[in-house]
């Protein structure tokens, strides 16, 4: 848990989120999907807080 409510669950490599990982946001919203060094990098989901997809695909550092 981090202090902004957002929490992760998944790989780690040198210190950052790296691999396979669930980051859910306090707000509700989650990205599932491949991260590395802390961004959004590969095949993943992000859903809003209703749990409607608003993205799946591949991500390239953060961008769709």
């Known amino acids: ?31 599932d999907g491949l991260v590395e060094h802390n ?4 095949i993943g989901t992000y859903y809003y807080d209703q749990g409607n997809a608003y993205y799946s695909g591949n991500w390239s550092q953060d961008v769709k």
Do not use: M, N, R
Request: proline share 3%.
């Open 1 to 31: 848990y981090y202090p902004s409510g957002d929490v992760y669950f998944g790989s780690w490599h040198d210190d950052a989120f790296h691999g396979q990982g669930v980051y859910v946001f306090a707000s509700g919203e989650i990205y």
């Open 39 to 42: 961004s959004k990098s590969g």
